[in-house]
């Protein structure tokens, strides 16, 4: 990734752009940042951020508990994440009480760690970006896409689950044609990695030459505004 230019006078330093990343349960997701990390890229993860919000000694790990019970803690304290997802994706009454604990703590979070980036964009992953609120202020949303029954296949080897445990979380999610319908832009995750990074680097010039539009706007407009000032 090339360096970025030094903020001029009246130019914000955080990301220029922001870009969404979303796609359903197994479509590679992690596989695409980790692409888009090796260009220089910072990703802010919001699975990762949802394991800070519930860390031991936290306020969502105490809310979580009082409200699920301690069947769902391990020896340790924290929180058995197997256990938790088995009992919210087969009650919706339950994952909507867990996910009004952790939405709003995690787009705290997430708020904060982009207020800190520097780089001319970034990439927020956020699994649930179509079925949530929260997330208005994106730029683009990358759809990370592949067809159904590979999903099931890649979340039965990895997770060890069932067809049914896999297909009852899917039905929790938005279907293939929602996220594609709320796409910018899309990256096949169907075939080989070779292919996946072709196409993050592809993916990669087109946010950098975006970024670099908006960076000349923006400067060109502070620019105005110092002019009109004097």
């Known amino acids: 990734m090339h360096a970025d230019p030094q903020p001029q006078p009246g130019v914000s330093e955080n990301p220029r752009l922001v870009v969404g990343l979303t796609g359903g ?8 940042c980790r692409e888009f990390e090796r260009l220089g890229v910072p990703i802010v993860d919001a699975d990762v951020v949802s ?3 519930v860390a031991l000694g936290s306020i969502g790990l105490k809310e979580v508990v ?16 197997d256990k938790l997802r088995s009992l919210v994706f087969q009650d919706d009454a339950k994952r909507t009480a867990l996910e009004a604990i ?6 705290e979070r997430i708020h904060v760690q982009l207020a800190a980036i520097t780089s001319s964009y970034c990439i927020i992953c956020v699994p649930l970006l179509v079925e ?9 949303i990358l759809v990370v896409d592949c067809p159904r029954e590979l999903q099931i296949a890649r979340v039965m080897e990895r997770d ?31 075939d ?16 950098m030459a975006i970024a670099e539009q908006l960076r000349q706007e923006q400067q060109s407009n502070a620019e105005q505004r110092e002019q009109r000032a004097k």
């Open 102 to 107: 952790l939405h709003p703590k995690i787009r």
């Open 160 to 190: 060890n689950l069932t067809r049914n445990d896999v297909e009852a979380i899917m039905r929790s999610q938005a279907t293939r044609q929602e996220r594609l319908r709320l796409a910018n832009d899309i990256i096949d995750n169907a």
């Open 25 to 32: 349960i197994g479509s590679g997701k992690s596989a695409v």
């Open 192 to 207: 080989r990695m070779e292919d996946l990074k072709i196409s993050v680097e592809a993916h990669h010039k087109q946010y």
């Open 66 to 81: 009082s409200t699920f019970g301690n069947g769902i803690v391990n020896t340790d304290g924290s929180i058995d994440r």
């Open 51 to 53: 394991r800070e919000v």
């Open 132 to 140: 949530k609120d929260g997330y208005q202020d994106l730029d683009r």
